[in-house]
């Protein structure tokens, strides 16, 4: 963030004995000519304009949240006299980037379990300031950090559900990971362990397989360059020189996951009789004899339900 940062406001602006005399005891004429002649005095002298009137900071490491608010009042005030464009607009600018960036490192420390590196976080959360900065106005009576803490953790949220998924999944899908994420270390930390599916949906309010749901969904957040070299040492070659031939097997894989919603759908008994028939592999009179009713109705039963299942999938196509 270096090459948007201006210089510290807290620098000396001093003038020595050596100095050439300030444009401003020179005629017009000459304070022009010094202007046009003189750019290293012409900027000093800028960053000076700017500081009248305005507090001492500190650096900004030790500023306070109450003070920053302070003077990021203050500065927004003079932000609003000055031109957009201008050298003294840009300091000003600058001068409440750096003042509140406090906010983005407590922003993005909520989301320091995910894979990115924080300082990219960082870079991202400091877009959604710079963001908030420019669209901040004082006649709101809003503080600024109430402002501009949702447009900072949005420009993150945005940053990971668009660049970081791998695979588009639903929002809902998206956002539930980010749950279990956090509730996820919560209860390791208080746990000292990993928390299991149930601690899980009980934090949560939600059910096991929704909980389920969302930590399938979470393997589509990543993925590996065709091109990167195995983490393994004594893996040879690309990802892609390691593929296999294509897997016709995969599709009846597809289906599977496809039907899992309708199956859910079912009746219980209708669901059972999908069980014995294609998972413990029972013929249709060991299922009757399981559920006491005769082969024929098991056959119109398991007949009706794969003509549900297959609708659905059409419809789902």
């Given at each position: ?89 840009s300091y000003v600018r600058n001068t409440l980037v750096e003042l509140n960036l406090a ?28 963001k908030a900065i420019d669209r901040f106005e004082l006649s709101r009576g809003v503080e ?131 069980s014995l028939r294609f998972v413990a592999g029972m013929t249709q009179s060991e299922i ?30």
């Open positions: 963030m270096e090459d948007i940062m201006s210089p510290r406001l807290d620098a000396s602006h001093t003038q020595t004995a050596t100095s050439a005399p300030r444009p401003e005891h020179l005629d017009p004429i000459e304070r022009d000519s010094a202007v046009r002649n003189e750019p290293d005095f012409g900027q000093e002298l800028t960053q000076d304009d700017v500081l009248a009137g305005l507090p001492d900071i500190p650096p900004y490491d030790e500023v306070g949240p109450v003070d920053a608010r302070a003077l990021s009042k203050t500065l927004f005030e003079r932000l609003e006299s000055l031109e957009e464009g201008t050298h003294e607009y906010l983005v490192k407590f922003a993005a420390s909520r989301f320091r379990s995910r894979s990115e590196p924080m300082e990219d976080i960082i870079q991202v959360g400091t877009i959604g300031l710079i600024f950090p109430t402002f501009a803490m949702p447009t900072i953790v949005g420009e993150i949220k945005r940053f990971f559900r668009d660049t970081s998924w791998s695979v588009r999944v639903p929002r809902r899908l998206q956002e539930l990971r980010l749950d279990l994420a956090k509730a996820g270390d919560e209860l390791a930390q208080k746990l000292d362990r990993a928390p299991t599916v149930a601690e899980l949906a009980e934090r949560l309010g939600l059910t096991n397989d929704e909980v389920v749901e969302g930590m399938a969904a979470s393997n589509a957040y990543t993925a590996s360059s065709l091109d990167a070299q195995p983490e393994e040492d004594d893996a040879e070659g690309a990802l892609a020189d390691r593929i296999g031939y294509e897997d016709h097997g995969i599709e009846g894989i597809e289906y599977v996951e496809s039907l899992k919603p309708l199956i859910a759908e079912l009746p219980p008994r209708d669901r059972k009789i999908l009757g004899e399981e559920l006491g009713i005769s082969q024929m109705h098991v056959s119109r039963l398991l007949s009706r339900t794969l003509i549900r299942l297959r609708k659905g999938l059409t419809v789902e196509e």
